[in-house]
């Protein structure tokens, strides 16, 4: 039976020289600033390595949700509602504190390690009698979770 704990360390130590990318949340202004008119903002939560379907963090993973590039806000025309809300999206994560042209990820959603380790499934993460598989999209086949890191770990690294 493969070893998820053991996976996702070595799998770190292959990635400590790769630049990483940042999760962000949406927080809430505080009672003061909502006073004064303040928003929402996505600021960020937590440094990960982006490997495809998986953020792996220093002691954490989550599963990918979008990936977007913060920017100041602009007032424009959209032809899309969907653009519209990016827009937004983009433009809370600069007040948040994102660096413009900054990528960061939103909708993420947490692994359960110790579910997955004590023989169960989270996220894409699942077992194949003994072997740990990953669904690398919601229609998607499984594939050998090892050799699913390692492929990404390759790229990541160049």
Known sequence: MEDLPTLLRETRERLAAV?????????G???IRRLFGGRPVIAPADK?????????????VWATGTVLRAE???IRGY???SQRERAVIRGMAFRGGFATGETFHVEWSPIDVERITSGGSSGPVT???????LRWSPAGFLTPLADYLDERIRLAQG
């Open 19 to 27: 630049p990483r990318a940042r999760l962000g949340e949406v927080r």
């Open 29 to 31: 202004p505080g009672r």
């Open 48 to 60: 990960v390595w982006h490997l495809g379907v998986l953020l792996v963090g220093e002691a954490d």
């Open 72 to 74: 100041r806000e602009v």
């Open 79 to 81: 032809s899309a509602e």
């Open 127 to 133: 077992w194949d009698g003994e072997r740990l598989m």
